[in-house]
């Protein structure tokens, strides 16, 4: 029996309902077999007057083989690109067709599955929010090849189909109509396939239900050709537009550019072929390996709890404490308070609380306004925080998460003086970006209900939570831990203890790399430019001035008085540059007035003057690449270290935190894939060479060799 379930009824309309093995429909290798099987069959009905693609499985149609692209190598794109092509065949036969096909679209339909739905004269779609539209290729580095980029350009029009086809947006059934991706929607899943039937009964006798616009004599792709007077300025800032945002950094968008400017210029068939070479090209690249790797397998392995401890039942947290409602502790209670979790927060004085709680309010009222959200909800979700300066009011917590100032003695005064009010099975977290959760666990009763919990600012917008496991950390609290970040909607890496963790110390090595290339002479314009060009989201320079070199002094400070820092190699130019910029001329970064750049009110930010006297050396060169590989390596370096020595539980962690936690380069895939890619054995070259030439740190780490010596990558 075949996994398309081929059915005809009296009318003459045929219903091919998808039902392929597995959870879901993709592209696998049932895939091609079925469909030209069904359209081989369809062409040899008699009676025929419509076709209905219907699906039997939750979503409509899940799109590609992720396993089988990543396993597309170079060398193999004769045998690729002619896979593809097999695929548009069908899709091109079946809309050629002299009958109505209809697409209902009972679940998601992305990627893969909308372009099914596209090579339909009609879509239909359920409305309801686990109906997802649209084409999210770019996302994994990758194009829409079955047909999706000429498509969706000849049915919206070049200046609407981009933002679908260059930024991966996803719509609702809603939306997809406003947008003119679909054509229409029903309220009642039961009514989908009878509405999808009754549109093919209405069409008989109507010629034109059966052709695609692109296929109508006279046909004119919407708002024209690409080089048509009125899209001469879309056709010249486009591209330029494209390169400032990619920075030049990833193939796919400027594929996706490029092939939908060509498929309003040349006939439809000669821009499918277009579009299968550049599906072809980019599935080669290793930008889509890495994106693919991670964006996909690494985020599901992660989301899907592969760092959770099994057979530990799924804890709910109904109540939640959070001790201090400054920048950090206001940012836990709005997330918490989003997911339905009862907020206690609790500073020192009750006004100060209610401040944090005004937080939460403030950005409530900003998704009333925008009509995100209703008064009502907006006033329920206000109503779960109850601030607080009384600690009996923490009293029966789920869980107390505690984000007071980064100061061991005092967090542990709080932890003794409050975890009695916790629920019996209640457990504590702490949200120090630099303390050992070991040490901080030292001054709790329950060592063993303590655990890390490090949040990333601004709250609200950072997707990324960072557990961190101590010395005694139970599995129980551990899975509590995981669970609570999946119920407030954040993506949990598992670490274990170590000081400033997996992310604060790996982001460290690209402040102390930038701050060593300054004070051999660099242009610091020169730097953080080049930092951007590798892809990171700023500068070193640009960064620490946010986060604060002040920051970056106590931090400092902490790890002098443990006497690590020395031992890490990273104390003899950081002590030059704290005492330079903030003890001799008081520039502790943006909030302090002013750090390495100027913040001028009413302008753009400009290097501070200063700096050039301190450091800069006309007579001194720098290679780019070199610059940029210093930044980039010394990150990998220190998340290899990180992996080697048990910090990194798993890899997915590791490139998932970087890219969401640090802002590693997309391209990158994180931080540990970048090595899989890149070459283990180059990796292990350019270490040395960079090591012989700027020092001891480049070392590669040995966990590279003995990978290279298994034949292994990192996954
Ligand atoms: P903050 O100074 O903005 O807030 C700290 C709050 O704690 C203040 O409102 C203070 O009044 C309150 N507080 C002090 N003693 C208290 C007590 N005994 N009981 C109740 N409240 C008390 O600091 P922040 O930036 O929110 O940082 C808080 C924690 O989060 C620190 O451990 C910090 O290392 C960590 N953290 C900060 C960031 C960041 O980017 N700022 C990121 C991750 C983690």
Known sequence: MSVFNYEKDTDGIVTITMDMTGPVNSMNDEFLPALSAAVERLTQESGLIGVIFASAKKTFFAGGNLHSLLAAEPGMEQKFFEGIEAVKREFRTLELMPVPIVAAINGAALGGGYEICLACNHRIAYKHKSVQLGLPEVGLGLLPGGGGVVRLTNLLGIEKALPYLLEGKKVTPEKAVAAGMIDETVDKLEDLVPKAKAYILASQGDEASSVQPWDAKDFRIPGGKINSPKNAQMAMMAPAMLRQKTRGLLPAPEVILDTAFQATLVDFDTAQRVESRGLTQLVMTPQAKNMISTFFFGLNKVNGGASRPKNIEKNLTRKVGILGAGMMGQGIAYVSAMAGIEVVLKDISHDAAEAGKAYSEKLLQKQVSRRRMDEAKAQAILGL??????????????????????????????????????????????????????????????PENFIGIHFFSPVDKMPLVEIICGEKTSDEALAKAFDYTMQIRKTPIVVNDSLAFFTSRTFGTYLDEGGRILTEGCHPVKLDNLGQALGMPVGPLAVQDETSLELSRKAMETWEEMGVLDQWGEGDNNRRIIKD?????????????????????????????????????????????DIKDRLLFRQVIETLKCLETNVLRTVADGNIGSIMGIGAPIWTGGFLQFVNTYGLQKFIDRCGELEAEFGQRFACPQIVKDKLAANELFI
């Open 385 to 446: 925080i109850t601030p607080t300066a009384n600690d009996e009011d923490l009293q029966g917590c789920d869980l107390i998460i505690e984000a007071v100032f980064e100061n061991i003695q005092l967090k542990n005064k709080i932890t003794a003086a409050t975890e009695k009010y916790l629920s019996d099975d209640g457990f504590w977290g702490s949200n120090t970006s630099t303390l050992p959760i070991t040490q901080l666990a030292e001054g709790s009763a329950r």
């Open 581 to 625: 910029m903030i003890t001799d001329n008081g520039r502790g970064g943006r909030h302090h007035g002013g750090g390495y750049y100027e913040y001028p009110e009413n302008g753009e930010k400009y290097i501070w003057p200063g700096l050039y006297d301190l450091y800069y050396d006309e007579s001194k060169t720098f290679d780019d690449e």
